[in-house]
């Protein structure tokens, strides 16, 4: 049987971590990245590359901790062997924060990253407006680093990457069996998708090396997330807000407000600031289409849509594409061999 041709659109974290893990498990086929920007221009170079999840509200939560647990346990992997630093991974501790006793003081994931508890008097003490938190070990990936890291794996099992905008999937029915769709916010255009929105996000990138705890404040917009090269400070949330130009006063309001957390940020050096539009959906869209063209077919399997959680669920993601992928190579080489009998 020919091995089955599959091109994945989008080469931000799904788009690479989806070719990885279908090159990497499916023998029967090859693997072709296209895309019109890759890292460091993507969204995905921007995150802060954290993993704590995100709730969409139309997954099971069942289904959410399940891809979270297979993204924690496969980086946790790489963080424990020697490809860490390459693939800019590193294990950080801290604190989540809230002024307010939330209504989970267990969340799903607690029993996911290492050592969740609440935190004690003692540590409260240094937040002074905050009445309760949360103490635990996560996983940061340093984002642009990982990209480059899962670039060069792809490339490295005989996978080829392209540069090249798609206009309408359909056109890579000439040259391709199967394709998959990862191309984030882009799919508004691409697909013609309204259920997907820009939630806008500025941060800083910070040179602050004795910062080594995380401190993240429960209603989610201010974040201090130390990694291997930097120190992200967090953040905004914009909903449908476009503009990828930096706003000035987002970044003092954003530096103010960690600064109130972690005064001596106050010394922090080299600040750089970024915005990426986080791809936003009620619930990833990942699903298979069949897509028909004067009676001819193309299988397209998508996922998109992971909005501010795509690290924290992106290995999980990857594995259930390929499932779904696994299916259309099985539905073609049927169909193929009915068509000799
Ligand atoms: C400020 C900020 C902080 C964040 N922090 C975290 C965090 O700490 N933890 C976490 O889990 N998540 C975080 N996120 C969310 C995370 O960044 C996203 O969920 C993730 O990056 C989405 O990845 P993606 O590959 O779908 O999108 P993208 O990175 O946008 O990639 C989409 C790709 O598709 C390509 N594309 C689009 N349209 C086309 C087309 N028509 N033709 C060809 N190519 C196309 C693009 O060029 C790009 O390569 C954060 C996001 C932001 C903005
Ligand atoms: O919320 C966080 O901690 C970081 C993040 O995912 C985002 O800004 O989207």
Redesign the pocket.
């Given at each position: 049987m020919a091995k089955q041709k599959i091109a994945v659109?989008?080469?931000?974290?799904?788009?690479l971590s989806t070719a990885v893990y279908i090159s990497e498990s499916i023998s029967k086929c090859s693997v072709t990245v296209?895309?019109?920007?890759?890292t460091p221009n993507?969204?995905?170079?921007?995150?802060?590359?954290?993993?704590?999840p995100?709730t969409y509200q139309g997954i099971p939560i069942h289904q959410q901790k399940q891809w979270f647990r297979e993204t924690f346990d496969y980086l946790f992997e790489i963080n424990n062997s020697s490809e860490a630093s390459d693939a800019g991974i590193n294990l950080v501790s801290g604190w989540q924060i809230f002024k307010t006793i939330p209504d989970e003081v267990l969340p799903f994931w607690s029993d996911v990253v290492l050592g969740f508890r609440s935190m004690t008097e003692e540590e409260l003490k240094k937040f002074p407006q905050h009445r309760f938190g949360q103490a635990f070990t996560t996983l940061k990936c340093d984002c642009p680093s990982y990209l480059l890291w899962l670039e060069k794996r792809l490339k490295g099992n005989g996978s080829q990457v392209y540069a090249?905008?798609?206009?309408d999937l359909w056109e890579l029915h000439s040259k391709y069996d199967i394709v998959v769709n990862?191309?984030?916010?882009?799919?508004r255009?691409?697909m013609g998708d309204l259920e997907i929105y820009p939630v806008r996000?500025?941060?800083l990138k910070v040179d602050a090396p004795w910062v080594n705890h995380f401190i993240r404040d429960g209603d989610g917009l201010t974040y201090i997330?130390p990694g291997i090269h930097n120190v992200t400070l967090?953040?905004t949330r914009q909903k449908d807000n476009w503009s990828l130009s930096p706003d000035p006063r987002s970044s003092k309001d954003i530096f103010d407000r960690c600064c109130a957390l972690e005064p001596s940020l106050q010394r922090a050096q080299d600040i750089k600031v970024?915005v990426?539009?986080?791809?936003s959906r009620l619930a990833v869209r990942l699903q298979k289409e069949i897509l028909v063209h004067d009676g001819k077919k193309l299988p397209v399997v998508h996922n998109?849509g992971?909005?501010?959680?795509?690290?924290?669920?992106h290995r999980g993601t990857a594995k259930e594409t390929a499932r779904l992928v696994g299916e259309c190579i099985a539905a073609l080489e049927g169909s193929s061999l009915k068509a000799k009998l």
């Open positions: 659109v989008g080469a931000g974290l799904i788009g296209i895309s019109d920007k890759f993507t969204t995905s170079d921007v995150a802060a590359g954290m993993l704590i995100h090249r905008r798609i206009e990862c191309s984030g916010i882009g799919s255009e691409l996000g500025q941060v997330y967090g953040g970024r990426g539009l986080r791809p998109y992971h909005g501010s959680g795509g690290f924290s669920v």
